[in-house]
């Protein structure tokens, strides 16, 4: 949370820390993990690059799990001023105002998610590579987002092509990360630029979304990595569009039998809802609003939708109005058919 989680409590951002006292604050938080649930294992600090050297704060990843926070707290609250909860992550507040963050995420992509958020906004980079040949990655892995073929902005689905981080990188022709470091941000900006499906329009700002551009502007190692782009990336060619199928063929064999899957379901219902829907009901019983989304409903695992729909609407129709029938034979809310 950049170190911001208490400023209505502190009235200013958590200390900052050099290298050593962020090092045994680190030691000391997950020592104390550990003593309250008598399990090692299950938290790992997040890992920067070795010439950082102040933190504003420290990450913690936990396993979800393992972890009952309620547990730690009884035994811990009286080191600590003060704690929040935003979705999985827990803000705690030292005495000395440092601010330590544990991150919650499930023991099935606690590895995935570990090396996503290591070295800054590495994850976040490999994320742009990962776009431009439709792919997203994120803390649970790479995944292939399935689309609408008629509108590219509808998702339909999506398919998990892996959680091996290294994996992952090989695809993106990424060099994989190094578990004993990097020296500095500009090894990672390099990293990125070798690859072959780098080009710098996948990082401009004014290239991104809306949502993009407010979010990326405030991250330092961003702007950093967009003036090491401006003094370094002096290409004019343009930028190298993937279609769907080149993606599909570097992919492994059963995430193409999946898109086709999902792809074939999707097509199906869309062609379906144009043999059955609101509007063909309404036009034949002459019911609106309420009053036809409750016969609709009553009536839709009745249809055969490849059947003569006309002829079925009528009779089930009929069937639902006497089935509802008052003393004036139907209800004053349904048409009598005609």
């Known amino acids: 949370m950049g170190g911001r989680a208490f400023f209505d409590i502190i009235n200013s951002e958590s200390k900052r820390m050099d290298k050593d006292e962020y090092d045994d604050v680190l030691a000391l938080t997950i020592a104390r993990i550990n003593n309250s649930h008598d399990m090692t294992g299950i938290a790992k600090g997040v890992l920067s690059v070795d010439d950082k050297e102040t933190f504003g704060d420290i990450d913690i990843l936990v396993v979800r799990e393992f972890f009952f926070f309620h547990f730690?707290?009884?035994?811990?609250?009286?080191?600590?001023?003060?704690?929040?909860q935003?979705?999985?992550?827990i803000s705690l507040l030292d005495k000395q105002d440092r601010q330590i963050d544990l991150i919650t995420t499930p023991k099935a992509i606690?590895?995935?998610h570990y090396d996503y958020l290591n070295y800054n906004d590495l994850g976040n980079f490999v994320g742009r590579i990962a776009k431009s040949i439709n792919l997203k990655y994120g803390h649970d892995g790479l995944h292939l987002i399935v689309?609408?073929?008629n509108d590219n902005t509808r998702k339909i689905g999506e398919i998990c092509v892996s959680v091996n981080t290294m994996f992952i990188y090989q695809l993106l022709d990424i060099e994989p990360p190094h578990r004993t470091g990097y020296y500095n941000m500009e090894d990672i900006f390099d990293m990125i630029m070798d690859s072959k499906y780098y080009h710098k329009d996948l990082f401009l700002l004014e290239k991104q979304s809306h949502k993009a551009r407010v979010r990326d502007r405030k991250r330092k190692s961003y702007?950093?990595?967009?003036?090491?782009?401006?003094?370094?990336d002096t290409s004019t060619h343009t930028r190298r569009r993937y279609s769907i199928f080149e993606t599909l063929d570097k992919l492994p064999a059963r995430v193409g039998i999946d898109y086709i899957k999902q792809r074939a379901t999707y097509d199906n219902k869309q062609y379906e809802k144009t043999l059955f829907n609101?509007?063909?009901?309404r036009e034949l019983t002459g019911l609106q609003g309420k009053e036809l989304g409750a016969f609709i409903g009553s009536i839709k695992e009745q249809i055969d939708i490849y059947g003569d729909i006309d002829k079925q609407i009528n009779a089930l129709y009929i069937a639902y109005t006497w089935d509802n029938n008052t003393p004036n034979m139907y209800p004053s809310i349904f048409k009598v058919p005609k």
Do not use: P, Q
Not at 86 to 89: M, Q, T
Not at 278 to 281: C, L, M, P, R, T
């Open 72 to 84: 730690f707290w009884n035994d811990n609250k009286h080191r600590y001023k003060a704690y929040k």
């Open 86 to 89: 935003n979705g999985g992550v």
């Open 110 to 112: 606690y590895e995935t």
């Open 147 to 149: 689309r609408d073929a």
């Open 223 to 232: 702007n950093a990595f967009l003036k090491y782009i401006e003094e370094n």
């Open 278 to 281: 609101g509007n063909i009901v």
